[in-house]
């Protein structure tokens, strides 16, 4: 069955929600560190694979010096190549401009997968700037991983101090059995000093690579050019 797998060892066959993690961002450009900590979180969490969202456009950062969105998903694509990972830019078809409402349409479309929303500490730090941010923490459980010198911003948050009844522990189940969301779990995870930032800053025509490149979106399997904006 398309989007589920099975699962037999009893005398009625199962079909389980193929486990499914959302990182969205900008990727201006995707680089070595978003592929590592993906990695990271989906073996900590047992995931099947993780969407990259790349974002249209981020409504809580500048437009100067952000990229095409098709040379940011050709970015994103390679840098997922040979990983249970799949680079999309599916906000701009679906029309969302805010995180809750991706989430809500991707729930409807995919009603057989399960999802978790993955944030860097940076976010949740902020988290309480986002609209309708105790939505989204209701649509999904979230994965927050850890990052030097945010993690303190991060806990004292105003998010953090509502979502911490839900904080699951590790080893605890995440995912629950009837109602998974809210529910949240931080995790650890090695400093990684590769940024977006510093590429940029290296390479500010890194994107010029990736004009005219013909791609298909990972997860809808429709065609982009990457000289589309």
């Given at each position: 069955?398309?989007?589920?797998?099975?699962?037999?060892?009893?005398?009625?066959?199962?079909v389980?929600?193929?486990?499914?993690?959302?990182?969205?961002?900008?990727?201006?450009?995707?680089?070595?560190?978003?592929?590592?900590?993906?990695?990271?979180?989906r073996?900590?969490?047992?995931?099947?694979?993780?969407?990259?969202?790349?974002?249209?456009?981020?409504?809580?950062?500048?437009a100067?010096?952000?990229?095409?969105?098709?040379?940011?998903?050709?970015?994103?694509?390679?840098?997922?190549?040979?990983?249970?990972?799949r680079?999309?830019?599916?906000?701009?078809?679906?029309?969302?401009?805010?995180?809750?409402?991706?989430?809500?349409?991707?729930?409807?479309?995919?009603?057989?997968?399960?999802?978790?929303?993955?944030?860097?500490?940076?976010?949740?730090?902020?988290?309480?700037?986002?609209?309708?941010?105790?939505?989204?923490?209701?649509?999904?459980?979230?994965?927050?991983?850890?990052?030097?010198?945010?993690?303190?911003?991060?806990?004292?948050?105003?998010?953090?101090?509502?979502?911490?009844?839900?904080?699951?522990?590790?080893?605890?189940?995440?995912?629950?059995?009837?109602?998974?969301?809210?529910?949240?779990?931080?995790?650890?995870?090695d400093?990684?000093?590769?940024?977006?930032?510093?590429?940029?800053?290296?390479?500010?025509?890194?994107?010029?690579?990736?004009?005219?490149?013909?791609?298909?979106?990972?997860?809808?399997?429709?065609?982009?050019?990457?000289?589309?904006?």
């Amino acid at each position: 069955m398309a989007g589920a797998r099975q699962r037999t060892g009893s005398p009625l066959t199962s079909v389980v929600p193929v486990l499914t993690g959302l990182l969205g961002g900008s990727f201006n450009p995707a680089h070595g560190a978003h592929r590592r900590i993906t990695l990271f979180v989906r073996d900590a969490l047992g995931l099947d694979e993780v969407w990259w969202l790349v974002s249209p456009g981020n409504v809580l950062k500048p437009a100067a010096g952000m990229a095409p969105l098709a040379a940011r998903l050709a970015s994103a694509q390679r840098a997922a190549r040979c990983a249970p990972i799949r680079a999309t830019a599916i906000e701009r078809e679906l029309g969302t401009r805010y995180t809750i409402d991706s989430l809500r349409a991707l729930k409807r479309r995919y009603p057989k997968r399960r999802f978790v929303w993955i944030m860097g500490a940076d976010n949740l730090a902020q988290f309480h700037r986002w609209r309708d941010w105790r939505g989204i923490a209701r649509e999904m459980p979230i994965a927050v991983v850890a990052r030097p010198g945010y993690d303190a911003a991060a806990l004292a948050s105003p998010a953090m101090a509502w979502l911490r009844r839900w904080r699951r522990r590790p080893g605890q189940d995440f995912f629950g059995a009837k109602r998974s969301a809210p529910a949240l779990t931080i995790l650890r995870f090695d400093p990684d000093p590769r940024s977006a930032t510093a590429i940029r800053a290296a390479d500010p025509d890194w994107h010029r690579r990736f004009v005219g490149r013909p791609m298909r979106d990972m997860v809808t399997h429709r065609s982009i050019r990457a000289d589309r904006p």
